[in-house]
């Protein structure tokens, strides 16, 4: 997989899932019907999870099959590649052999010299492989931030800011729907009404974008590579403001709708 592969991958998977979810909006704009509105809101739902875990093992798999060196890189991968070898010990820890400790042991003071597809492998084509990216079927902010945190991105505070929104409006509401209640967790403060909803898919689009381009800025300019650490807090701060007005137009849009 090269760069331009990369971004095809990663761009393609979200524009047909922004697709779908604006398919679902036009048919809400034109029915009305409440059954709509909370389609939308699993299927906005559906494709955050989805996207956050498929571009996160996308990105892995760019990283092994270009043969990265775990020392090179920043060390995150250095706790992903032993993650596979610390379940083979634990599940052995009622046994009364040492054989997998010892193997363990041996594995974790060499890793540094090897490559990282030696510790992990990514099929993109198996969707229910959870094994380094596990949303837990329910991709909260806490989650989210784990996730972030397995493949090296950033955690913004405009992230934080907005958790508690996304928490309730959505996390929430997606539960209380797919649970057949009728009516929303949030129900005091948000109504089913388009604006709202669209809103809400405003904010998700931001994030899910966010992330993206910084899945392909990381692999262009290596910031995965221990050597170019020094150059991403300037693009840290830029991807923080980007995302800061995203958030303040959203903001202006719908308060003047």
């Known amino acids: 997989m090269n760069l331009r592969e990369l971004e095809d991958l990663l761009i393609e998977d979200w524009t047909w899932r922004k697709k779908e979810i604006s398919n679902l909006i036009l048919i809400a704009e034109s029915s009305g019907e409440e059954v709509v509105l909370k389609s939308i809101i699993l299927l906005l739902y559906s494709h955050w999870e989805g996207y956050i875990k498929k571009s996160s093992r996308i990105y892995l798999k760019y990283i092994c099959v270009n ?5 090179d890189l920043t060390d995150n991968f250095k706790a992903v590649a032993l993650k596979g070898v610390t379940k083979v010990v634990v599940s052995s820890s009622q046994t ?6 010892i193997a363990y042991i041996k594995k974790f003071s060499k ?3 090897h490559k990282l597809n030696t510790h992990i492998a990514i099929d993109l084509e198996n969707e229910k492989d959870s094994s380094i990216i596990d949303t837990n079927q329910n991709l909260n902010p806490a989650i989210f931030k784990n996730i972030l945190n397995v493949i090296g991105l950033n955690y913004k505070t405009a992230y934080e800011a907005k958790e508690i929104y996304i928490q309730e409006q959505l996390l929430a509401n997606r539960n209380s729907i797919g649970h057949g209640n009728k009516k929303l967790a949030s129900d005091d403060d948000f109504s089913l009404e388009i604006n709202k909803i669209k809103k809400l898919r405003d904010v998700i689009v931001s994030i899910v974008e966010n992330v993206r381009d910084e899945i392909i800025e990381y692999c262009s300019n290596e ?11 300037a693009f840290l701060e830029q991807k923080e403001i980007e995302l800061v007005n995203a958030f303040n137009e959203i903001e202006t849009r719908y308060t003047d709708a």
């Open 223 to 233: 910031y995965y590579l221990k050597e170019n650490q020094a150059a991403l807090p």
């Open 67 to 71: 043969d990265c060196i775990i020392s």
């Open 111 to 113: 890793i540094d010299a």
């Open 96 to 101: 009364l052999t040492l054989e997998n400790e």
